[in-house]
């Protein structure tokens, strides 16, 4: 009986869902396949905020056409932000996590193991972030808002849209 409920246990963690993040967005609903395999300290910061209302009515400070989404900054200027520790945290690169691809949820930072509370999705492959930004998750659904907040006009300096993209909620399920 022992024997069976240790292989029930272990087939249920093996199979056990990644969290997914519901970004309610004021242009729609993007989904997103958090990944703690390959990034465990960084879902645990990200969760956390979400959970706890950080990242609602934030917005997205930054976009740029075929590079990415940027927020997370409770000043929306790209300076704010830190993480749940309260200060900055390290790193976290996998070999099995790449650039390869668009719809990349990886940590923005200001250099090597600066990751605080800012994120980005990417819109297309950006082979030249690997080993520099932290990957962890995957756009799973909703990459046509990802796209139609690429395409927002922006202005000045900082890549700034006009009008503001709002990340209304973030909820995990």
Do not use: C
Request: aromatic letters at 10%; glycine letters at 10%; hydrophobic letters at 40%.
């Amino acid at each position: 009986m022992k024997k069976l409920l240790l292989i029930l246990s272990l087939t249920l963690t093996l199979f056990a869902a990644n969290p997914i993040a519901v970004l309610e967005t004021s242009q729609g609903v993007i989904e997103i396949e958090l990944r703690p395999d390959i990034a465990p300290k960084t879902v645990e910061n990200f969760i956390t905020h979400s959970k706890n209302g950080y990242y609602d009515g934030l917005i997205f400070h930054r976009v740029i056409e075929k590079f990415m989404l940027q927020g997370g900054d409770p000043m929306g200027t790209g300076r704010g932000g830190e993480s749940i520790w309260g200060g900055k945290f390290q790193d976290e690169f996998s070999p099995k996590a790449l650039f390869d691809k668009a719809g990349i949820l990886a940590m923005a930072n200001s250099g090597p193991n600066t990751n605080g509370s800012q994120f980005f999705i990417t819109t297309v492959p950006t082979y030249w972030l690997n080993g520099r930004h932290t990957i962890f998750g995957y756009v799973v659904k909703g990459m046509d808002i990802v796209k139609k907040i690429e395409l927002t006009p922006t202005s000045g300096r900082g890549n700034k849209p006009i009008n503001d993209q709002v990340i209304t909620k973030i909820t995990i399920k």
